[in-house]
């Protein structure tokens, strides 16, 4: 069974930079959206950023001019490069992938942002 696997997760100053990467263990066809997710502790996952096949971006609002999400579809990998962290961008993120008929997600990676 194909696992999304996400790396670049840790500890960093408010003000500091992150980047994830996730990408699948094995191969997955028809991807369309790629995305990442958030769960903050005691509060519900929300949708942080999403990247469609074409290329259109979502955020959400708390990370907008901060976050910027991509792709690479030879590698079937997603990213998330986070600047000017703050505190309250602590949580685990998940990735997301949805292909036909199928959602995948990650096991999560913590990023803390504290001083």
């Known amino acids: 069974q194909v696992q999304l696997v996400e790396s670049g997760g840790g500890l960093v100053q408010p003000g500091g930079s992150l980047r994830l990467s996730c990408a699948p263990s094995?191969?997955?066809?028809?991807?369309?959206?790629m995305g990442w997710y958030r769960q903050a502790p005691g509060k519900q996952r929300e949708l942080v950023a999403v990247?469609?096949?074409?290329?259109?971006?979502n955020y959400a609002d708390s990370v907008k001019g901060r976050f910027t999400i991509s792709r690479d579809n030879a590698k079937n990998t997603v990213y998330l490069q986070m600047n000017s962290l703050k505190p309250e961008d602590t949580a685990v993120y998940y990735c997301?992938?949805?292909?036909?008929?199928?959602?995948?997600w990650g096991k999560g990676t913590l990023v803390t942002v504290s001083s």
């Open positions: 997301n992938v949805g292909s036909l008929g199928m959602v995948y």
């Open positions: 990247i469609r096949s074409g290329g259109t971006t």
């Open positions: 094995g191969s997955i066809f028809n991807i369309y959206d």
